[in-house]
């Protein structure tokens, strides 16, 4: 008994000191799945603390800038100095820290009985929508009042507010904003509960004149006591589900939707090794399949983590600097660039990644989310396990031999549960049927050992 | 003739078994099946501390026979509903869920839900938090039939609160809807919650913290459902019905006094009304006799 206890005990400690602080050993970067893994999709960042709340809104839109037009139902009027644009790379780097991640190990000879590790993770990136297009012509009235009209970067943007959405609705399809059918019922119930609209289009001078080829994200400050996400109006002329990363930078701890359920995504999963080179296409099918399994209606937590440090690095945490443009406005701000040569640390940020896949039917109600005091930490991790390949003859290398076959299989069930891929087709790209059965003796030949 | 034979040896049982039975497989569903972020140890810290507490104050207030029924429920109701990452939060809420029936009394009855009283002041402290999106449309619907099939098998003699909170309260979230002219998914979606079952049968239905008179009982579920919404749509804040309860149950004593009726043991289950026999709502039974 002692024997089998032993090394296990060992291999335990070994990841517990390995991931108790994060050290170059136990992460360094390899690559990352740099590419546009999920169609439709859209990235909001919110910083919020005691009702004081900046969203930042980044999209990829992909057209021509002039059809770009962004709807968003605001909680109220807001000042010029609310509105602000944000800086891209930023919430690229916040992606990336939070990306769903690659691990890699690499089995010890057998017979000294130590694990080496070594960590290699995958990044993801993702992308953004536009709900309607734009061409304004004219101020009209039809119960529509224009509360404010600011030029801000690239982006022309009014703030409305009106009496009923049937003028509301008229107005914006005057003023060359494509507006679907059916939004007229979810304008309607926005406006009975008191919302105004940020409308958001691009002025092509400004856009040539700053010499941009993209657009930048959009972030507005304002303080309510509602906590959630508008989705509605997006969902009215969807074809098909959309893709939407929320990153939450809190104060107290890991945010999760109170109405819907959020769920964590399966990790730590060993898998194999093969999917190093596809791991997109795997992190996409699993998560397509964990959506199945909560009948669409699931919100999935990807990443949960205290600002201060991670393990692995996906990339390194947000300086203090980054998170205050990303609205983060509760961080002692004296000695910010303190503790020398180390990166200036975050104080008092917790982040949580949450990725829905949604449309009308199985979410019908905006995201409302609520702050919890739960700091423990989660991410998506998946694990490559290299098998010791040396030559060493000893009774431990024979065991570890004998059940290598037994684990490439177990790594090819774990892939077709996660992401319903075929299991043959697996077993065949593993070649697990080469893999050499050492002959090991039956159990009852050992029982009697004649 | 077995059937019916056996539907009136169950419905001679203490309805608390009934509940703990619901309870217990609810939690099951739930840890195995959804994933509730519980531990089976934060589980057995909050009965044990639920059940030593009863005791304690059993002894210490010299009250006859130990009965692990009513703790049992507070703790089943504490670990389907509070999340914690501290095992001493677990504990301090099951203390002062059944710690608060000996010592927060008004008139030898107890003013607060235990578990209500717990949570709100856990949540308060911000040393826990509720998920209340956790459950699926699955979890909600069985759970939903298991506690109907409850009040029917156990002809619950307080099941007037219930069915009064579930109606006021579901009637308003459809005006609601209504009145935005959203569509009719969105109410729908928002019952849909374990927390809100748990909520309507075993909080606010606790006979031991519910007006005597069954008038004052319906009085008490409207003023509930209104405080519940407003938390809800006016502060915008989550798990309304647990403040709303919290806020409301000090009117209990008033609505007593104005309306005054017998005390509720749950040995006899009555609906207040003296010497009248039970008006068996949801009954199998046309008759039935309590004493």
């Known amino acids: 008994m002692r024997r089998i206890v032993v090394p296990m005990l060992t291999m335990l400690i070994g990841l517990y000191a390995c991931s108790g602080e994060a050290s170059a050993f136990c992460g360094f970067y390899v690559g990352k799945a740099d590419t546009k893994l999920f169609n439709k999709a859209s990235e909001v960042a919110i910083a919020r603390h005691d009702n004081k709340t900046v969203i930042t809104m980044a999209n990829d839109f992909k057209g021509d800038v002039k059809e770009f037009a962004m709807v968003v139902p605001v909680p109220t009027v807001l000042d010029k100095e609310q509105i602000h644009i944000g800086d891209p790379a930023v919430l690229k780097h916040l992606a990336d820290y939070s990306a769903p991640r690659l691990v890699e190990y690499f089995d010890e000879n057998p017979c000294r009985r130590y694990d080496m590790m070594q960590d290699r993770m995958g990044a993801m990136k993702s992308m953004a929508p536009a709900s309607a297009e734009a061409k304004r012509e004219r101020d009209q009235v039809l119960g529509v009042t224009v509360e404010a009209q600011y030029l801000v970067g690239e982006y022309d943007i009014l703030i409305l507010s009106a009496k009923e959405s049937a003028g509301l609705e008229t107005w914006l399809t005057e003023n060359g904003y494509k507006i679907p059918n059916g939004a007229s019922a979810v304008l309607h119930s926005y406006l009975k509960q008191n919302l105004k609209f940020f409308v958001a289009k691009v002025n092509l001078g400004e856009q040539t004149k700053l010499g941009l080829t993209h657009l930048r994200p959009l972030q507005i400050a304002f303080e309510s006591p509602k906590f959630m996400l508008p989705i509605r109006l997006g969902t009215v002329n969807a074809d098909g589900a959309q893709e939407l990363f929320i990153y939450f930078l809190t104060k107290q701890g890991r945010v999760e939707t109170i109405n819907y359920r959020t769920v964590r995504l399966p990790e730590a999963q060993e898998i194999p090794l093969y999917v190093k080179d596809k791991f997109g296409d795997f992190y996409r099918d699993l998560f397509t399949q964990q959506v199945k399994r909560e009948s669409e209606r699931g919100v999935f937590l990807e990443y949960a983590w205290d600002m201060n440090w991670c393990d692995p690095c996906a990339a390194n945490p947000l300086s203090a600097e980054e998170l205050r443009g990303l609205g983060v406005f509760w961080q002692d701000s004296l000695g910010s660039p303190q503790r020398g040569r180390s990166m200036p640390m975050a104080q008092n940020v917790f982040l949580t990644r949450l990725h829905v896949r949604y449309d009308a039917a199985h979410f019908p109600e905006d995201l409302t989310f609520q702050e919890t005091s739960d700091r423990s930490n989660f991410q998506a991790r998946y694990i490559l396990r290299h098998p010791w390949t040396g030559t060493d003859e000893c009774p431990a290398a024979t065991a570890y031999q004998q059940q290598l076959r037994e684990r490439y299989e177990k790594e090819a069930q774990t892939l077709a549960t996660l992401t319903g891929w075929n299991i043959g087709e697996i077993r065949k790209t593993m070649n697990i049927a080469a893999v050499p059965t050492v002959e090991g003796k039956k159990w009852y030949q050992q029982l009697w050992a004649n | ?291």
């Open chain 2, 1 to 291: 003739m077995n059937f019916n034979r056996l539907t009136s040896q169950l419905s001679t049982l203490d309805p608390r078994l009934y509940q703990i039975a619901s309870l217990s497989t609810l939690l099951l569903y739930g840890v195995i099946w959804l994933h509730f972020d519980i531990s089976v140890i934060q589980i057995a810290v909050t009965l044990a501390t639920a059940l030593l507490t009863q005791y304690v104050g059993k002894r210490f207030y010299n009250l006859p026979a130990f009965d692990p029924k009513s703790p049992l429920i507070s703790a089943l109701s504490l670990s389907l509903l509070l999340r914690t990452n501290h095992l001493e939060v677990a504990a301090l809420a099951a203390a002062v869920a059944i710690g608060s029936k000996f010592v927060i009394r008004w008139k030898d009855k107890h003013v607060f839900n235990p578990t209500n009283l717990a949570l709100v002041v856990m949540i308060g402290g911000g040393l826990g938090w509720i998920s209340p999106g956790q459950w699926g449309q699955v979890a909600w619907f069985g759970f939903l039939v298991a506690c109907l099939g409850s009040l029917v098998v156990t002809r619950a003699a307080r099941a007037d609160v219930t069915l009064a909170f579930l109606t006021f309260y579901i009637g308003l979230l459809f005006a609601r809807a209504v009145r935005l002219g959203d569509p009719l998914t969105i109410p729908f979606h928002q019952i849909e919650s374990g927390a809100l079952l748990i909520f309507s049968f075993f909080m606010i239905s606790d006979p031991k913290t519910t007006p005597d008179s069954r008038t004052g009982r319906i009085i008490y579920a409207l003023l509930v459902t209104l405080a519940a919404l407003y938390v809800q749509f006016g502060f915008f804040r989550p798990n309304g019905p647990l403040w709303g309860l919290i806020a409301c149950a000090p009117f209990v004593p008033l609505i007593d006094r104005l309306l005054p009726a017998v005390r509720y043991d749950w040995s006899r289950p009555t609906t207040g009304q003296p010497s009248v026999p039970v008006p068996l709502v949801l009954s199998l039974h046309p008759q039935r006799r309590f004493s």
